[in-house]
Protein backbone atom coordinates (compact mmCIF):
# COMPACT_ATOMS: atom_id res chain seq x y z
CA UNK A 1 0.00 0.00 0.00
CA UNK A 2 1.37 3.54 -1.32
CA UNK A 3 1.32 6.35 1.69
CA UNK A 4 2.08 9.70 2.04
CA UNK A 5 3.68 11.45 5.53
CA UNK A 6 2.96 14.88 4.68
CA UNK A 7 4.98 16.59 7.30
CA UNK A 8 4.08 20.16 8.54
CA UNK A 9 5.98 23.32 9.16
CA UNK A 10 9.49 22.37 7.37
CA UNK A 11 12.07 24.69 5.11
CA UNK A 12 9.49 27.15 5.59
CA UNK A 13 11.85 30.28 5.83
CA UNK A 14 15.12 30.11 7.29
CA UNK A 15 14.11 27.34 10.34
CA UNK A 16 12.93 23.96 10.86
CA UNK A 17 15.50 22.79 7.87
CA UNK A 18 15.25 19.49 6.65
CA UNK A 19 17.02 17.78 4.13
CA UNK A 20 15.32 15.62 1.69
CA UNK A 21 17.65 12.90 1.10
CA UNK A 22 18.71 12.79 5.11
CA UNK A 23 14.34 12.31 5.39
CA UNK A 24 14.63 9.62 3.06
CA UNK A 25 17.32 7.79 4.86
CA UNK A 26 15.69 8.56 7.89
CA UNK A 27 12.59 6.60 6.52
CA UNK A 28 14.28 3.76 5.29
CA UNK A 29 15.88 2.84 8.57
CA UNK A 30 12.76 3.05 10.23
CA UNK A 31 11.96 0.16 7.89
CA UNK A 32 10.07 1.71 5.25
CA UNK A 33 9.91 0.83 2.00
CA UNK A 34 10.34 2.07 -1.70
CA UNK A 35 10.63 5.81 -0.12
CA UNK A 36 11.06 8.59 -2.27
CA UNK A 37 10.29 12.22 -1.32
CA UNK A 38 8.61 15.08 -3.37
CA UNK A 39 9.55 18.80 -3.09
CA UNK A 40 11.27 20.46 -0.07
CA UNK A 41 7.97 20.59 2.31
CA UNK A 42 7.72 17.51 3.50
CA UNK A 43 6.26 14.92 1.42
CA UNK A 44 7.99 11.68 2.07
CA UNK A 45 5.95 8.70 -0.11
CA UNK A 46 6.39 4.92 0.68
CA UNK A 47 4.70 1.47 0.80
CA UNK A 48 3.96 -0.21 3.95
CA UNK A 49 1.19 -1.69 5.27
CA UNK A 50 2.14 -0.88 9.19
CA UNK A 51 3.19 2.46 10.95
CA UNK A 52 2.50 4.15 13.80
CA UNK A 53 2.29 8.58 13.42
CA UNK A 54 3.72 8.63 17.04
CA UNK A 55 6.65 6.99 16.16
CA UNK A 56 7.47 8.87 12.89
CA UNK A 57 6.94 11.79 15.27
CA UNK A 58 9.22 10.83 17.83
CA UNK A 59 12.23 10.04 15.58
CA UNK A 60 11.99 13.17 13.22
CA UNK A 61 12.09 14.90 16.73
CA UNK A 62 14.98 12.68 17.76
CA UNK A 63 16.70 13.41 14.17
CA UNK A 64 16.12 16.72 13.80
CA UNK A 65 15.23 18.69 17.15
CA UNK A 66 12.02 20.24 16.98
CA UNK A 67 8.51 18.66 16.52
CA UNK A 68 7.33 17.87 13.56
CA UNK A 69 3.82 17.20 13.07
CA UNK A 70 2.84 14.40 10.48
CA UNK A 71 -0.37 13.56 8.52
CA UNK A 72 -1.03 10.47 6.78
CA UNK A 73 -2.93 9.75 3.84
CA UNK A 74 -3.44 6.95 1.57
CA UNK A 75 -3.26 6.82 -2.19
CA UNK A 76 -7.22 5.84 -2.67
CA UNK A 77 -7.85 8.49 -0.33
CA UNK A 78 -5.71 11.07 -2.07
CA UNK A 79 -7.20 9.55 -5.15
CA UNK A 80 -10.56 10.51 -4.06
CA UNK A 81 -9.46 14.44 -2.99
CA UNK A 82 -8.63 14.39 -6.73
CA UNK A 83 -11.47 13.07 -7.93
CA UNK A 84 -14.16 15.69 -6.08
CA UNK A 85 -15.53 18.45 -7.95
CA UNK A 86 -13.79 21.25 -5.85
CA UNK A 87 -10.60 19.95 -6.16
CA UNK A 88 -11.15 20.26 -10.14
CA UNK A 89 -11.80 24.35 -9.72
CA UNK A 90 -9.00 27.55 -9.98
CA UNK A 91 -6.73 28.09 -6.80
CA UNK A 92 -7.41 24.96 -4.61
CA UNK A 93 -5.65 24.06 -2.09
CA UNK A 94 -6.61 20.99 0.83
CA UNK A 95 -6.04 20.92 4.38
CA UNK A 96 -5.31 17.57 5.68
CA UNK A 97 -6.40 17.57 9.41
CA UNK A 98 -4.40 15.35 11.63
CA UNK A 99 -7.84 14.28 13.17
CA UNK A 100 -11.62 13.84 12.14
CA UNK A 101 -13.71 16.54 12.25
CA UNK A 102 -16.78 16.96 14.47
CA UNK A 103 -20.33 18.24 13.55
CA UNK A 104 -19.70 20.73 15.96
CA UNK A 105 -16.89 21.83 14.23
CA UNK A 106 -18.28 21.63 10.42
CA UNK A 107 -20.77 23.94 11.65
CA UNK A 108 -18.54 26.27 12.83
CA UNK A 109 -16.80 25.91 9.08
CA UNK A 110 -19.80 26.42 7.68
CA UNK A 111 -20.63 30.03 9.54
CA UNK A 112 -16.94 31.33 9.29
CA UNK A 113 -15.71 29.92 5.44
CA UNK A 114 -17.25 32.04 2.69
CA UNK A 115 -15.04 30.27 0.01
CA UNK A 116 -16.06 27.49 -1.56
CA UNK A 117 -15.04 24.58 0.25
CA UNK A 118 -15.87 20.71 1.16
CA UNK A 119 -15.20 18.29 4.38
CA UNK A 120 -14.12 14.95 2.78
CA UNK A 121 -14.48 11.62 4.99
CA UNK A 122 -14.53 14.58 7.83
CA UNK A 123 -10.51 15.12 7.57
CA UNK A 124 -9.60 16.37 4.10
CA UNK A 125 -10.63 20.38 3.89
CA UNK A 126 -11.20 20.92 -0.04
CA UNK A 127 -11.28 24.65 -0.82
CA UNK A 128 -11.73 27.15 -3.97
CA UNK A 129 -9.82 30.17 -2.74
CA UNK A 130 -11.75 33.29 -4.32
CA UNK A 131 -8.12 34.74 -3.21
CA UNK A 132 -4.19 33.73 -3.55
CA UNK A 133 -3.41 31.68 -0.56
CA UNK A 134 -0.98 34.35 0.70
CA UNK A 135 -4.05 37.27 0.51
CA UNK A 136 -6.69 35.39 2.08
CA UNK A 137 -7.44 34.62 5.13
CA UNK A 138 -8.68 30.59 4.87
CA UNK A 139 -4.56 29.15 5.59
CA UNK A 140 -3.42 26.26 6.84
CA UNK A 141 -3.07 28.26 10.00
CA UNK A 142 -6.66 29.42 10.00
CA UNK A 143 -7.95 25.88 10.06
CA UNK A 144 -5.58 24.79 12.73
CA UNK A 145 -6.62 27.82 15.43
CA UNK A 146 -10.82 27.42 14.45
CA UNK A 147 -10.48 23.36 14.29
CA UNK A 148 -7.37 23.10 17.50
CA UNK A 149 -5.90 20.44 15.50
CA UNK A 150 -3.04 20.24 13.32
CA UNK A 151 -3.33 20.43 9.63
CA UNK A 152 -1.11 20.54 6.66
CA UNK A 153 -1.55 22.56 3.67
CA UNK A 154 -0.65 21.24 -0.05
CA UNK A 155 -2.36 23.19 -3.09
CA UNK A 156 -3.54 21.49 -5.84
CA UNK A 157 -0.34 20.80 -8.33
CA UNK A 158 1.37 19.14 -5.28
CA UNK A 159 -1.23 16.53 -4.19
CA UNK A 160 -1.52 15.50 -8.00
CA UNK A 161 2.16 15.15 -8.23
CA UNK A 162 2.03 13.37 -5.35
CA UNK A 163 0.12 11.01 -6.39
CA UNK A 164 2.25 10.52 -9.55
CA UNK A 165 4.85 9.38 -7.55
CA UNK A 166 2.49 6.89 -5.42
Known sequence: MSLVALLRGINLGAKNKVDMKS???????????????????GNVIFDNTTYDILEIEKMLFATY????????????ELEEIQQHPVFLK?????MFL???????????????????????????????????YHQTKFTNTFFEKKLGMVSTARNQNTVNKILLKM
Open 98 to 132: ANEISDEQQALLDSLVEDEFVVLKRKNIIINMSKN
Open 90 to 94: DQVYV
Open 23 to 41: LKTLFEEMGFENVRTYIQT
Open 65 to 76: GFNIPVVLRTKA
